[in-house]
């Protein structure tokens, strides 16, 4: 019989960023029950601490910030002190927040937020961590999305930043090849989680805070995307079958170095590699029924 999952590694700890709700918690428990040691990076006390009441005894919450320089040392300093010259089995970049509006209107400071936590962010906390991850002969796996290989209207800065990360992470896959570390990106369609509510939430603030006469040219349009969006959310999947792939990509002996996770994230990368431009554009606007020139 065929032995799927890789040799026993260095090390059984992971780190896993953005783990206080929605795919990040999913990916927490998900491994705690496989027999991992969890460190579950979060922002609040609270949300350790509730997390910590669904896992077993061996899942640690640690204060993590990804985009305060002091918070990511003092984490890696935790961890570092807990595992030893074991390092860490892997290292699962999950943080992320998403941004949502007209590229005309959306303010500079927000473009730069999102980059700040779903790029910088997860770039700042690779570079800490990688002397653990090398130590423990371990894996990095990244949390990018569907919208990093097909944009839609409206999510220009989130499909940005997860398109950023399909560079980084196929760059990191060869720069870290001398020691055998694999790098693996995740790439899901729409997954039930808690960014729906908040993107739609920062997303009516904007809205009101627009003029009146910027707001009318894109109202029909934005209206549009923000239906088709609630649509998704409400038949997405569940954030188990995230931390499924993740599963996966830390345990195999051969993991992929994409996953798609979801039927909509697989028909949406087909057509848009199978697809001419122009075409998929039309498609789109068809689908979601946006405004065009008569």
Same mark, same amino acid.
């Given at each position: 019989?065929?032995?799927w999952?890789?040799p026993a590694?260095?090390s ?6 953005g ?8 990916c927490a428990?998900?491994?705690?029950k496989?027999g991992y ?23 640690m ?5 990804v985009?305060d ?5 003092a984490a890696?300093h935790t961890v570092?002190a ?12 999950n943080?992320?927040?998403g941004?949502?509006g ?8 927000a473009?730069?937020?999102?980059f700040?936590?779903n790029?910088?962010g997860?770039i700042?906390?690779?570079q ?6 090398r130590?423990?002969r371990g894996?990095?796996i990244?949390m990018?999305?569907? &919208?990093? !290989?097909a944009?839609? +209207? ?6 940005? $930043?997860?398109? =950023?990360l399909e %560079? ?5 896959r060869?720069?870290l090849?001398?020691w055998g570390i ?10 039930a989680t808690?960014?729906?509510g ?6 009516d ?20 995307v923000k239906?088709?969006?609630t649509?998704a959310?409400e038949?997405a999947q569940?954030a188990?079958v995230v931390a499924?792939?993740?599963a996966? &990509?830390? !345990?195999?002996?051969w +993991?992929?170095?994409?996953y798609?996770v979801g $039927?909509?994230? =697989?028909?949406? %990368?087909?057509l848009a590699?199978?697809l ?10 068809r689908?979601?029924d946006?405004p065009t020139?008569?």
């Open positions: 019989m065929l032995n999952w890789s590694p260095q059984d700890s992971v780190v896993i960023t783990a206080s709700t929605g795919i990040g918690a999913a428990l998900a491994l705690d496989l040691r969890v460190f579950a990076g979060v922002r609040q006390a609270a949300d350790g601490e509730r997390l910590q009441q669904q896992a077993g005894p061996r899942l919450p640690i204060r993590l910030d985009t320089p002091a918070s990511i040392s890696s570092a807990m595992v030893g010259d074991r390092g860490l089995v892997g290292l699962v970049n943080a992320g927040i941004v949502a007209p590229i005309e209107l959306l303010p500079l400071a473009w730069r937020r999102q700040e936590v790029v910088f997860l700042a906390v690779t800490t961590f990688l002397p653990l991850i130590a423990g894996r990095i990244n990018g999305s569907i &919208a990093g !290989r944009s839609m +209207p409206f999510m220009a800065p989130y499909a940005a $930043s997860k398109h =950023a %560079a980084i992470t196929d760059a990191l060869l720069e090849q001398p694999r790098v693996a990106l995740i790439a899901p369609g729409a997954i808690p960014i729906w908040k993107t739609r939430r920062e997303v603030a904007w809205d009101a805070a627009w003029s009146q006469d910027l707001k009318g040219m894109y109202q029909q349009g934005f209206t549009r239906e088709a969006a649509a959310g038949q569940p188990s499924t792939a993740v996966h &990509a830390l !345990r195999a002996r +993991p992929k170095t994409r798609l $039927s909509d994230a =697989a028909i949406r %990368a087909y590699l199978l001419p431009d122009r075409l998929n554009d039309w498609l789109i606007t689908i979601i946006l020139r008569r």
